[in-house]
């Protein structure tokens, strides 16, 4: 690669080309367009702007012009939940040696100090241009088929400074399942490419329905998912970030029709303190060439509002704990072709157009810069031991007794490039007890330094009250593993891992609940007709005690072979990670034998999820993945319209989370006569709310006191949003003789996004879960949030009739990687029926 630092766009000398786009757009710097690349329109039929493209149009476009340019190279890197195929493009000058510039880049990382200012000059900057990881976001996407043809058939001094000096990663469907739902509502439902398009807000085009695109299959917003890494999505994206390690990391999206353009910095008192001041330095100034652009073509915009730079699971923000800048970009949406705003009529073309303008901007910036952003990355590697040796935290050790779930919590640090050993020797740290082979080790001095420290720590001091998004998400809490931070390095050692192999039972097969897959083992069990006993009181056989909610299998089945039962169980242990013990007798010596009437058969749960209008679908989806993925349940997406003309007796469990509006009066009283024939009614959230008002029970709410302070004008807002709970991880205790919290120990984290707060309920075995008197464990909540969660309930059960209800006043599912607290929502549906 041959390197040319002249500035981008010098353009007095250069005759101008517009873009193939159905609104003008010039781009600087651009003497004409190869004829030999074809355009969008040549591979998809139509000009961008005119129509919403479609993912398997993006995909074709992008394959013809790699096979039309050697600038450009295309490979998968992974695959929706639906299969759909997501797919990258690499673009540089014509010749480069790809998996050398690669691997020079990663050096920077992995051996910071041996690349000195020569190495990089050398270099070209790396840049990953991600967009519309919102489905209905839509433009960003358009913005991405544009910047490739201009990358691989534009000619001029601009161009060829991006291809001689940097290499452009082009990510242009992050989230293809959530389009493909938008893109066909809005084609669908607009009249002929000729006609004027509707400007009418209450036009179909305009009102996409439930769940509308913005999210992934499962209806998970994947631009929270950076960190917790739960979809495939995220995952193969993760793998393609890693792999280059870019220096710039931009992300566009959409907003409000009625704002203009938003770029970043974000709110400078909302930024993360984990991430060095120089990065938020150079993205103030590469905001300046955004400024420029955005001035060329007449468009308004703003930053260092609104948004921040907190959150380390987005998009824009990941990168800056990694070592490059993220960008966070936000256009005006149109949603259909074109709107109505306050600002007059918006095109589609136009947020096309502005998209494409802040793409060139950033790739102007990042070759102007390339220096500094590769010094930036260098020196961010080389300065994380110097991070460590200042911490107090030498090391994290975490507790992986629960095996499934401590694998899949190594599995996400390893996707993150953070390296981990196991524990070699008997610790006690505050009164929690490590064992040696039994526990993993997080050393701090590593170049992931700040990452971890982010991943791991409890914050409860702030700067700022406001948040965009959440406080707090450390991830040991969020797995409910053990964990303590240490001032040494523990010596390493072996993971004790227990046989798979199952001997064969000749009475009946133990599958204690405290373990993350007993569900999906129970389900498994359940589906084949295997009749399955739960232990409602301890018990001792073959040498062990076994806890509540131990499951107890019995070979001799009425329906099914022993056969059967053994291959069953066998599986369960293969594909759950579980311990599962084989007896030969009956008969305990200490507590009940297995026949007793302490162990009664459990049912069959028939689960219905309330969906559609008027709920939440974020929630609906983290139920619906669960339920699905996790636990292997049948679950029936039922429409929150269907309620009252519904066949009810088809379930034993309805689940209603989130929220719940508009269900009306007759749907309600049916929902309640079910419960009182012996239905399982599960809410959550503000479900939980709709439930107390509605008669669902006996509960009593902890109303919020109104805030009689007389604020300015101008501080009121914030005033208000400081009452707002956006997100913390607070500390409960739970009554684990209670069905509702078998398997699980009795202090947990939970994490909470709400300020709905339940009375204990006078009734004596009711209450499941406690607010602790200092529950605040990680997070910003207000001194009049935590005093009303104090000794408040968090988890109740409570009976209607020959039925049951259970409410719950945080979300235990939350993004899916609240893995510690998923297993008492699955309590509450295999078990909420015994109590």
Same mark, same amino acid.
């Given at each position: ?545 076994? %806890? /509540?909610?131990? !499951?107890? +299998? @019995?070979?001799?089945?009425? #329906?099914?072979? &022993? ?6 169980? $066998? ?57 699905? %993925? /996790?636990?292997? !349940?049948? +679950? @029936?997406?039922?429409?929150? #319209?269907?309620? &009252? ?6 379930? $034993? ?72 709970? &956006? ?109």
């Amino acid at each position: 690669m041959r390197f040319c630092f002249a500035l981008l766009f010098i353009t007095s000398a250069v005759a101008a080309q517009p873009l193939p786009l159905a609104t003008d757009f010039t781009a600087p710097g651009v003497s004409g367009y190869d004829p030999a690349i074809p355009t969008p329109e040549a591979v998809i039929g139509h000009i961008i702007g005119t129509r919403h493209t479609r993912p398997e149009q993006v995909v074709r476009y992008f394959e013809a012009v790699a096979e039309a340019s050697h600038r450009v190279h295309v490979a998968e890197h992974g695959r929706t939940w639906e299969g759909r195929r997501l797919i990258h493009a690499v673009v540089t000058a014509e010749g480069t040696d790809l998996e050398a510039v690669r691997q020079a880049n990663l050096r920077l990382s992995d051996a910071p100090d041996e690349m000195g200012d020569a190495a990089l000059g050398a270099m070209p900057v790396v840049a990953y241009m991600g967009y519309s990881v919102h489905g209905n976001e839509a433009s960003g996407t358009e913005a991405a088929l544009l910047l490739l043809y201009h990358l691989a058939a534009g000619q001029g001094p601009a161009v060829e400074a991006v291809l001689q000096n940097a290499v452009t990663i082009i990510d242009p469907l992050m989230n293809p399942d959530g389009r493909d739902r938008f893109v066909d509502w809005v084609n669908g439902n607009r009249g002929g490419t000729k006609g004027m398009p509707s400007l009418d807000g209450q036009d179909r085009e305009h009102n996409a329905p439930w769940p509308g695109g913005r999210t992934n299959h499962y209806l998970f917003d994947l631009n929270r998912d950076w960190l917790p890494l739960v979809h495939p999505e995220s995952q193969a994206r993760m793998a393609l970030w890693h792999s280059w390690r870019p220096q710039l990391s931009t992300d566009f999206h959409e907003m409000g029709g009625d704002a203009t353009y938003f770029f970043q910095p974000g709110i400078p008192s909302r930024n993360n303190p984990n991430t060095p001041e120089r990065t938020f330095d150079l993205t103030a100034e590469i905001a300046t060439y955004h400024a420029r652009a955005l001035d060329r073509i007449g468009q308004l915009y703003y930053s260092e509002e609104s948004f921040d730079d907190f959150y380390y699971g987005k998009g824009s923000t990941y990168p800056d704990v990694n070592g490059s800048v993220g960008i966070l970009f936000e256009q005006a949406s149109s949603r259909a072709l074109a709107a109505e705003t306050v600002n007059g009529r918006l095109d589609y073309a136009t947020t096309v157009r502005n998209q494409v303008a802040t793409s060139l901007s950033s790739l102007e910036a990042a070759v102007a810069m390339r220096g500094r952003l590769l010094q930036h990355q260098r020196d961010f590697y080389a300065s994380a031991p110097d991070v460590a040796r200042d911490s107090d935290v030498k090391a994290y050790v975490v507790s992986t007794q629960d095996r499934a779930r401590a694998a899949h919590f190594t599995d996400v640090l390893r996707q993150h490039r953070i390296e981990t050993y196991t524990l070699g020797e008997q610790m006690e740290v505050r009164g929690e007890r490590f064992a040696p082979g039994e526990a993993l080790v997080v050393p701090m001095e590593q170049p992931q330094a700040r990452l971890i420290k982010a991943a791991f720590e409890r914050v409860t001091t702030f700067e700022d009250s406001l948040f965009y998004d959440v406080s707090a998400w450390s991830l040991p809490l969020a797995y409910g593993l053990r964990y303590a931070e240490l001032d040494r390095l523990p010596e390493a050692g072996s993971m004790l891992v227990p046989p798979r192999s199952l001997s064969r039972a000749g009475v009946a097969y133990l599958i204690p609940w405290d373990q993350t897959f007993a569900p999906r083992a129970l389900a498994r069990l359940q589906r084949a007709g295997v009749r399955v006993r739960m232990a409602t009181t301890p018990f001792e056989a073959g040498g062990d005690t076994f %806890e /509540r909610g131990t !499951l107890v +299998v @019995s070979v001799r089945q009425a #329906d099914v072979g &022993g056969e059967t039962v053994h291959a069953l169980a $066998t599986e369960s242990v293969r594909q759950g990670d579980l311990d599962i013990f084989a007896l030969g007798s009956g008969l305990t010596p200490g507590g009940p034998d297995l026949g007793s009437r302490s162990m009664p058969v459990l049912g069959v749960p028939r689960v219905a999820l309330l969906s559609g209008e008027g709920t939440d679908s974020y929630n609906v989806g983290q139920v619906w993945h669960l339920l699905t %993925e /996790r636990a292997g !349940l049948p +679950v @029936s997406l039922l429409e929150r #319209d269907e309620v &009252g003309g519904a066949d009810l007796s088809r379930y $034993t469990t309805i689940i209603a989370t989130g929220f719940l509006r508009g269900l009306d009066d007759g749907a309600t009283e049916k929902l309640k006569g079910w419960v009182r024939g012996g239905g399982t009614f599960i809410a959550t959230e503000g479900t939980a709310s709709w439930a107390a008002d509605n008669g669902l029970g006996a509960w009593t709410k902890r109303e919020a006191e109104e805030d009689s302070t007389m604020h300015p004008y101008a501080d009121v807002s914030a005033a208000r949003g400081a009452q707002f709970l &956006g997100g913390a991880i607070f500390e409960v205790t739970l009554d684990t003789t209670h069905p509702l919290a078998f398997g699980h120990p009795e202090r947990m984290a939970i994490f909470k996004n709400n300020t709905l707060a339940f009375d204990p309920a006078d009734e004596a075995g009711t209450i499941v879960a406690t607010y602790t008197d200092d529950p605040l464990l990680s997070g910003y909540a207000s001194v009049p949030n935590l005093e009303r969660l104090q000794g408040a309930s968090a988890i109740s059960g409570q009976r209607l009739g020959r039925g049951h209800v259970v409410l719950f006043d945080f979300d235990p599912t939350f993004r899916a990687f609240w893995w510690g607290t998923q297993g008492l929502l699955l309590n509450a549906v295999f078990f909420g029926s015994t109590f």
